[in-house]
């Protein structure tokens, strides 16, 4: 059984000064993004797992499982990669533009 939890990154409240008016949606739309994914992936999981137990030695449902499972981890170390640039670009008081184009490029990839 794989355990699994589901959390979102909020939108920040406030701004700093230095942060672009835009920064909250694209936050908004990396969460539902992610949030979709993981709706996707828990529906294929399922699916591929009642195939496993009607068919326990078919290599393919087999792989495909490690597959899905696979894009699960990409999917939370994504979230926490997305979770700790928030965090910087956001608690920094001081950061000059440059920091938050990579940050802006962190979120963006």
Not at 33 to 58: G, K
Not at 69 to 96: A, C, G
């Given at each position: ?7 979102s990154v ?25 949030n ?74």
């Amino acid at each position: 059984m794989v355990l699994r939890y589901v959390y979102s990154v909020r939108p920040v409240q406030l701004f700093l000064m230095t942060l672009p008016p835009n920064f909250n949606i694209l936050v908004e739309q990396i969460n539902r993004e992610m949030n979709n994914f993981d709706n996707e992936l828990s529906q294929a999981i399922q699916l591929v797992r009642v195939r496993i137990t009607l068919f326990p030695d078919n290599i393919i449902s087999i792989q495909l499982f490690a597959l899905l499972n696979n894009y699960t981890l990409f999917l939370d170390n994504t979230r926490r990669k997305i979770k700790e640039t928030i965090q910087y670009v956001t608690t920094d008081d001081v950061l000059s533009s440059s920091d938050i184009q990579a940050g802006g490029e962190d979120l963006s990839e």
